[in-house]
T-cell receptor, first 114, second 116 residues
Framework: AQSVTQLGSHVSVSEGALVLLRCNYS??????LFWYVQYPNQGLQLLLK??????LVKGINGFEAEFKKSETSFHLTKPSAHMSDAAEYFC????????????FGSGTQLTVLP | DAGVIQSPRHEVTEMGQEVTLRCKPI?????LFWYRQTMMRGLELLIY????????DSGMPEDRFSAKMPNASFSTLKIQPSEPRDSAVYFC??????????????FGNGTRLTVT
């Protein structure tokens, strides 16, 4: 069975500060990992994904994530938070054998303080 | 590309009534998913279709829920009869043909269902 754990259901940062959202996964086969963002009253949008190759993945809006197999982690970072980054962020996992079924984490609500 | 289109955006109905949610996936995408999002349970996969065929409906909560995909450009999720505990945001998502599980999902803006 595969699972995704997001540490911290709520994270607050000051504008301009580093954003770090944590995601750990469990999978018996190589995972494909995704970060999605959800703004209020909208659907989820893909931020970035890791499938194979380079372990540091860059996404939209200045976000990036690093796949660390030894730590079973895929943390999302952004060097400098902007007010517009306030949203809910979901980490998700799929595998070759799971076709296109994603396992989602429970989400992290990011608040950016002025 | 208009994205995944869901209708209605909001639905308020009384307990016992039939509710039909609609989804138009992105043209050319061959997989379609219905999710439900609540504060208590987060995002739950209800059912997904591949090439218009239901592949896994194990997430459908009970027989009151049914989903159809009569063609590649349209899907419905029906609840009959509806109950207050069905109140949630229902998302439709589609995905292009890809390699294994690497294709990301494209979500609609959801239908917020309130059953009173």
């Amino acid at each position: 069975a595969q699972s995704v754990t997001q540490l911290g259901s709520h994270v607050s940062v000051s504008e301009g500060a580093l954003v770090l959202l944590r995601c750990n996964y469990s999978s018996s086969v190589p995972p494909y990992l995704f970060w999605y963002v959800q703004y209020p009253n909208q659907g989820l949008q893909l931020l970035l994904k890791y499938t194979t190759g380079a372990t540091l993945v860059k996404g939209i809006n200045g976000f990036e994530a690093e796949f660390k197999k030894s730590e079973t982690s895929f943390h999302l970072t952004k060097p400098s938070a902007h007010m517009s980054d306030a949203a809910e962020y979901f980490c998700a996992l799929s595998t070759q054998g799971s076709a296109r079924q994603l396992t989602f984490g429970s989400g992290t609500q990011l608040t950016v303080l002025p | 590309d208009a994205g995944v289109i869901q209708s209605p955006r909001h639905e308020v109905t009384e307990m016992g009534q039939e509710v039909t949610l609609r989804c138009k996936p992105i043209s050319g995408h061959n997989s379609l998913f219905w999710y439900r999002q609540t504060m208590m349970r987060g995002l739950e996969l209800l059912i997904y279709f591949n090439n218009n065929v239901p592949i896994d409906d194990s997430g459908m909560p009970e027989d009151r829920f049914s989903a159809k995909m009569p063609n590649a450009s349209f899907s419905t999720l029906k609840i009959q009869p509806s109950e207050p505990r069905d109140s949630a945001v229902y998302f439709c998502a589609s995905s292009p043909k890809g390699t294994g599980g690497t294709s990301p999902l494209h979500f609609g803006n959801g239908t917020r269902l309130t059953v009173t």
